[in-house]
């Protein structure tokens, strides 16, 4: 019979993912980093679900520790990661944000690529 994975077992494999997020933003590798962030945020709603409609296992001293431990690299690698994308995001956001404002400056004032027909027509005469 297979058993299902325990408490800790499901934090272990978070952990695993999330090293692997870290070294995905190490390298800049933004897509692997965006598919092992769903591979963990399905692993959480997972993990919420059953606690939701199971009562939470007893954890003795050693498995209590095990998961402070566990939650606080989750927490490190969160932090190593932020720590790599955060300025890409910010240069990210810094380059929607010059077209944004470009693109209301043309709507504003219109495409300057064609002179107006009507300078044409007057400076003729």
Do not use: N
Not at 11 to 27: D, G, H, K, N, P
Not at 72 to 95: C, F, G, N, S, Y
């Amino acid at each position: 019979m297979l058993s299902m994975p325990s408490h800790i077992d499901r934090y272990e494999e978070a952990c695993a993912l999330s090293a692997r997020m870290v070294r995905a933003a190490r390298s800049g590798e933004w897509d692997l980093l965006i598919a092992l962030e769903a591979r963990v945020a399905a692993l959480r709603d997972g993990m919420m679900a059953e606690s939701e409609a199971s009562p939470e296992e007893r954890l003795v001293a050693p498995e209590i520790a095990r998961k402070r431990g566990l939650i606080q690299q989750l927490l490190d690698d969160d932090a190593e990661i932020r720590r790599h994308t955060e300025p890409w995001m910010e240069h990210v956001r810094k380059l929607l944000g010059d077209h944004g404002r470009r693109r209301r400056v043309q709507q504003a004032y219109g495409a300057t690529d064609s002179p107006d027909p009507g300078f044409d027509s007057v400076s003729r005469a």
